[in-house]
């Protein structure tokens, strides 16, 4: 009995080693294999959206363009970086569902101690040995589960690049902004070193009985509304600097806005409405969410049928009862038969997902048609006002010429050139805001359509839309998308389910 008994002892320390080889040699590949590459998660996603951007190299006192504006924007704003790491879990979640089409491979091992009458006084047995399991039945949920995941890494995507696209029309309202209020600032100044001089010479012309008290309080009134005026157009800029430097990660302060981009010829209404609805971004996020929506309607539904799963266990030692046992096959069926309208609840709750999809995606087909028409004609609005204030400006020049000679002649009045002079700077004035409103209308439209990281920075479009019809429901109708000819569609889902 006692070499019997030392004979187990010593397979069990045998086993143990055994199993303490095996269990680091297996930790040691699994911390390997679930090593990630962080850096190709963050490559991943910059690629997205940035994909022949480059930083400027220039000196920080180099005048700065709107293209290199929108360029630091893409590469430094820390909103698309949150944006794309939401981007890499997307993935990771879909890469997780997909695993779990995949059989499972685990080591496991058991030690139980038995202290009693029954088993003869203290016992310990040690059991080891791979597990694998496997699911072969599941109704096709897991199935819909992972194509309701790949849609979703979709829709996060879109929603990454239609954020660029946000950020870069942000950037661009910042950067002419500041630009249009420098160049009021310039404006206002020339005016008021013009009127400092007009306030000297009316001064002099006083002190010789030539003017009349009367009109160097009139010149030097408008001077100071002039000033009050260009204190207000400098704190506009340094506020437009700051939401720029803020947007650019880049100092903006002192440094001269170069503009370089010139607005392109204005399409027609049709071709605009029929690349919007190839182009914007939350469509294509919005067409994905019903796509994952249906889907998630099939992998509840798919939870009706019954599931088969295989569980196989290898020993490579066995000290419990029956100990001659090398391997174990379970073979699991469960059939659901009263789940306490569980999975109905939950069917029900995909399908009113599915149609919430439905509804929010007419709503984006609607929002962004009337954000194209909207951007259009706020173009051809502002463009008009632009050839309206460049002729204003010609002929308030004009009246002031006149005014001038007229009261240096004694013609005219002091205030007759004050209303002239006062008339040149407000057309001047709204010159320089409407041809910066001028560009702006110009890249919102851009945005609207979709295009405006193509159309500055020429990043690539967005590749096409699939052709494949949407999932549809009978109960909900929805907007067609921009610039079809159909007001609507209906139709019947794929699996006829209700």
Same mark, same amino acid.
């Given at each position: 009995?006692?070499?019997?008994?030392?004979?187990?002892?010593?397979?069990?320390?045998?086993?143990?080693?055994?199993?303490?080889?095996?269990?680091?040699?297996?930790?040691?590949?699994?911390?390997?294999?679930?090593?990630?590459?962080?850096?190709?998660?963050?490559?991943?996603?910059?690629?997205?959206?940035?994909?022949?951007?480059?930083?400027?190299?220039?000196?920080?006192?180099?005048?700065?363009?709107?293209?290199?504006?929108?360029?630091?924007?893409?590469?430094?704003?820390?909103?698309?970086?949150?944006?794309?790491?939401?981007?890499?879990?997307?993935?990771?979640?879909?890469?997780?569902?997909?695993?779990?089409?995949?059989?499972?491979?685990?080591?496991?091992?058991?030690?139980?101690?038995?202290?009693?009458?029954?088993?003869?006084?203290?016992?310990?047995?040690?059991?080891?040995?791979?597990?694998?399991?496997?699911?072969?039945?599941?109704?096709?949920?897991?199935?819909?589960?992972?194509?309701?995941?790949?849609?979703?890494?979709?829709?996060?995507?879109?929603?990454?690049?239609?954020?660029?696209?946000?950020?870069?029309?942000?950037?661009?309202?910042?950067?002419?902004?500041?630009?249009?209020?420098?160049?009021?600032?310039?404006?206002?100044?020339?005016?008021?070193?013009?009127?400092?001089?007009?306030?000297?010479?009316?001064?002099?012309?006083?002190?010789?009985?030539?003017?009349?008290?009367?009109?160097? *309080?009139?010149?030097? #009134?408008?001077? $100071?509304?002039? !000033?009050?005026? +260009? @204190? %207000?157009?400098?704190?506009?800029? /340094?506020?437009?600097?700051?939401?720029?430097?803020?947007?650019?990660?880049?100092?903006?302060?002192?440094?001269?806005?170069?503009?370089?981009?010139?607005?392109?010829?204005?399409?027609?209404?049709?071709?605009?409405?029929?690349?919007?609805?190839?182009?914007?971004?939350?469509?294509?996020?919005?067409?994905?969410?019903?796509?994952?929506?249906?889907?998630?309607?099939?992998?509840?539904?798919?939870?009706?049928?019954?599931?088969?799963?295989?569980?196989?266990?290898?020993?490579?030692?066995?000290?419990?009862?029956?100990?001659?046992?090398?391997?174990?096959?379970?073979?699991?069926?469960?059939?659901?038969?009263?789940?306490?309208?569980?999975?109905? *609840?939950?069917?029900? #709750?995909?399908? $009113?997902?599915? !149609?919430?999809? +439905? @509804? %929010?995606?007419?709503?984006?087909? /609607?929002?962004?048609?009337?954000?194209?028409?909207?951007?259009?004609?706020?173009?051809?609005?502002?463009?008009?006002?632009?050839?309206?204030?460049?002729?204003?400006?010609?002929?308030?020049?004009?009246?002031?010429?006149?005014?001038?000679?007229?009261?240096?002649?004694?013609?005219?009045?002091?205030?007759?050139?004050?209303?002239?002079?006062?008339?040149?700077?407000?057309?001047?004035?709204?010159?320089?805001?409407?041809?910066?409103?001028?560009?702006?209308?110009?890249?919102?439209?851009?945005?609207?359509?979709?295009?405006?990281?193509?159309?500055?920075?020429?990043?690539?479009?967005?590749?096409?839309?699939?052709?494949?019809?949407?999932?549809?429901?009978?109960?909900?109708?929805?907007?067609?998308?921009?610039?079809?000819?159909?007001?609507?569609?209906?139709?019947?889902?794929?699996?006829?389910?209700?």
């Amino acid at each position: 009995m006692s070499c019997l008994g030392s004979c187990r002892r010593t397979a069990s320390r045998v086993a143990c080693c055994l199993v303490t080889i095996i269990s680091t040699t297996f930790v040691t590949l699994l911390l390997g294999a679930c090593a990630t590459d962080q850096q190709a998660d963050v490559d991943l996603y910059r690629d997205a959206y940035a994909p022949v951007v480059t930083a400027s190299s220039e000196s920080p006192d180099a005048p700065l363009s709107l293209e290199q504006a929108l360029a630091c924007t893409v590469l430094r704003n820390e909103r698309l970086a949150v944006a794309g790491e939401r981007h890499v879990q997307a993935l990771a979640e879909r890469q997780r569902r997909g695993a779990a089409l995949l059989p499972t491979l685990d080591f496991g091992a058991v030690l139980n101690a038995h202290d009693g009458e029954d088993s003869g006084g203290r016992r310990t047995t040690f059991d080891a040995g791979p597990v694998a399991q496997y699911d072969l039945l599941t109704g096709m949920s897991d199935f819909a589960d992972v194509q309701s995941a790949e849609f979703d890494a979709d829709v996060v995507r879109w929603l990454l690049l239609d954020l660029r696209e946000a950020l870069l029309l942000e950037t661009a309202q910042a950067y002419y902004t500041a630009w249009a209020a420098d160049r009021l600032i310039e404006v206002l100044e020339s005016s008021v070193r013009l009127q400092e001089e007009r306030l000297r010479d009316v001064e002099a012309r006083n002190e010789v009985g030539l003017a009349r008290p009367l009109d160097v *309080a009139q010149i030097e #009134a408008q001077v $100071s509304l002039t !000033r009050a005026t +260009l @204190l %207000e157009a400098q704190q506009v800029s /340094r506020n437009a600097r700051t939401a720029l430097a803020l947007l650019t990660d880049e100092p903006i302060s002192g440094r001269t806005l170069s503009d370089g981009w010139t607005p392109p010829e204005l399409p027609s209404m049709e071709s605009l409405l029929a690349a919007s609805a190839a182009h914007r971004l939350d469509l294509r996020a919005a067409e994905d969410s019903v796509r994952s929506a249906r889907r998630r309607v099939d992998a509840e539904i798919g939870r009706y049928a019954p599931s088969v799963s295989v569980n196989l266990e290898y020993f490579l030692t066995r000290q419990s009862i029956p100990a001659e046992r090398d391997w174990l096959a379970v073979l699991t069926v469960e059939i659901p038969i009263f789940s306490a309208g569980r999975i109905e *609840a939950d069917v029900r #709750a995909a399908w $009113s997902r599915f !149609r919430e999809s +439905l @509804l %929010e995606l007419s709503l984006a087909r /609607r929002t962004v048609a009337a954000d194209v028409e909207q951007a259009h004609q706020r173009v051809q609005s502002v463009a008009a006002r632009v050839d309206e204030f460049r002729h204003l400006v010609v002929l308030a020049g004009e009246t002031l010429r006149q005014a001038d000679g007229s009261y240096s002649a004694g013609l005219g009045t002091n205030l007759e050139r004050l209303v002239a002079q006062d008339s040149l700077l407000s057309a001047q004035l709204e010159l320089a805001r409407v041809e910066a409103e001028r560009k702006i209308a110009a890249l919102a439209l851009l945005r609207a359509v979709g295009t405006l990281g193509e159309g500055t920075l020429g990043l690539p479009a967005p590749p096409e839309p699939p052709t494949a019809p949407l999932p549809t429901s009978p109960f909900i109708h929805i907007a067609a998308p921009p610039g079809a000819a159909t007001a609507g569609i209906a139709d019947v889902p794929s699996n006829g389910a209700a």
